[in-house]
């Protein structure tokens, strides 16, 4: 269908809309095929000469077994590798045996195929008997973005076998290190002399470089504030050095435990020499039956999913701030403009993501808190609550305000966004979802029943 700039925006949005199920559908095709040849190759090869052809098994448990020869020729067709083409027969075999659900929305074109392979590989592991878990909630997500679908699968992999996730990270700890490159000449300093530098790489568990990282901030904070240290220790640095400049500078001082034990303390840092444990605020969330029973899985914000049980070796060394337990299903409200910091903090921690503009992703904590019913200096008390908050980042925000969108919130944590051309959206905790209009409307009538009661 040829694209025309004098067609109009409702046409051009249709046509966007067309041209993803479009891109997809020859992927879907592509696995098809793959499908149908490793079925027509199932049976024992007619000879068992040494070297010769076999039956392999190249999905997950369930999967049924191809002959391995049968592969490179598939390939040749594909025009790519044998080891490309046997790791897509492995990904639909997966889909088609035992991920089911997510098959089935691959082949209406719902969800990127891309994105249902890596589920496929990263859920292989997994017996057929729980690998269900993963497929339902991927599923129900399909209409999220790729990275919140990754995310989602990632943190029922655990769920779904947590002996299994246990015994991963135990042999994937074997594979950790730190690892120094070969030195190189850089370009010259501010003095204009030529600096040599080498990489350090490191391969460590979630917690270590969390921590690290949180060190190594630290540190550069102190860099920043106090040129004297800087012109003792760092006379490389120049007076504007970048943040990457001054972590680069902090990370030198991890060598130099003592020193920089000194550095933290003397200066002001948050710990001093008589109390070198960092402080640590982690938000954790997770189900009531993880808590009382102290197994599953819990999501720690910036690190991700990980095993309940393992929250000890996130913060076991530190100094742990408590804070009350916040009961999300109440309402809270005040009598200004401005959001105050308990509100965005209910806000936060009732959503799964921190933009909830359609198809958003962002995590982080910077983030605008807009009215979506604009606040009226002159109306009733109250306008700001739990029930008109819609925390967006800056670029979200722009769009929403300079541009005919318009939001609604239907209730805690629920947003019904309508764009400037008619597309219509509803975000909650659990993603972004398309309904029509007319789905629209039951949902604003529904919400107008609960508020009336």
Known sequence: MPIDVS?????????????????????????LVGLAWADRHGEE?????????????????????????????????????????????????????RLPLLWAAVRALEIEPWVARKVAARSRRLSKAVV???????????????SRLLAIAEAKVIEADTVLHAAQLAEKARERGVWIGRPRADGPDASGEVLATRSVYAKVSPETAYWVDEL??????????????????HPELADDATRDELRAA??????RPAALLDLLGA??????????????????????????????VARVEGLGPMLASHLARLVGHTDIELAPVI???????????????????????????????PHATAVGRRVDHDHPVPYDPGGPPGQTSDLNVAPLTRGSHRAKTHLAYRVEQLGLGRY??????????????????????????????????????
């Not at 190249?58 to 999967?63: A, C, E, M, Q």
């Not at 269900?132 to 790729?146: C, L, M």
């Not at 550069?220 to 220790?233: C, I, K």
């Open 267 to 296: 200066l002001g840092a948050d710990d001093a020499p008589a109390r070198p444990r960092p402080r640590a605020r982690v938000y954790v969330h997770l189900h009531e039956s993880t808590l009382l029973s102290g197994d599953g």
């Open 250 to 255: 902090a990370f030198g001082w991890l060598a």
């Open 416 to 453: 019904l966004w309508t764009t400037p051309h008619g597309l219509v959206r509803l975000v909650d905790a659990t993603g972004t979802h398309t309904v029509s209009a007319q789905e629209a409307a039951l949902l604003r009538a529904a919400h107008g029943r609960r508020g009336a009661a």
């Open 327 to 357: 009961d999300l299903a109440e309402i809270r409200s005040v009598n200004s403009y401005e959001h105050p910091e308990h509100l965005k903090e209910r806000t936060r921690l009732r959503l799964a993501a921190s933009d909830v503009f």
């Open 7 to 31: 067609d109009s925006p409702d046409a051009l949005l249709r046509r966007a809309e067309e041209l993803v199920r479009e891109r997809r559908a020859p992927v879907v095709e592509d696995l």
């Open 216 to 233: 190594v901030d630290r540190t550069a904070d102190v860099l920043a504030r106090t040129p004297e240290v800087r012109a003792e220790h």
């Open 132 to 146: 269900g878990v993963v497929d339902q909630a991927v599923s129900d997500a399909r209409h999220e973005s790729p």
């Open 45 to 97: 090869p007619p000879t068992s000469a040494p070297g010769g052809d076999r039956l392999l098994q190249l999905g997950g448990d369930g999967t049924p077994a191809v002959r391995e020869l049968a592969v490179p020729e598939l390939a040749i067709a594909r025009a790519t590798t044998t080891a490309a083409t046997r790791a897509a027969l492995a990904d639909a075999l997966d889909l088609r045996h």
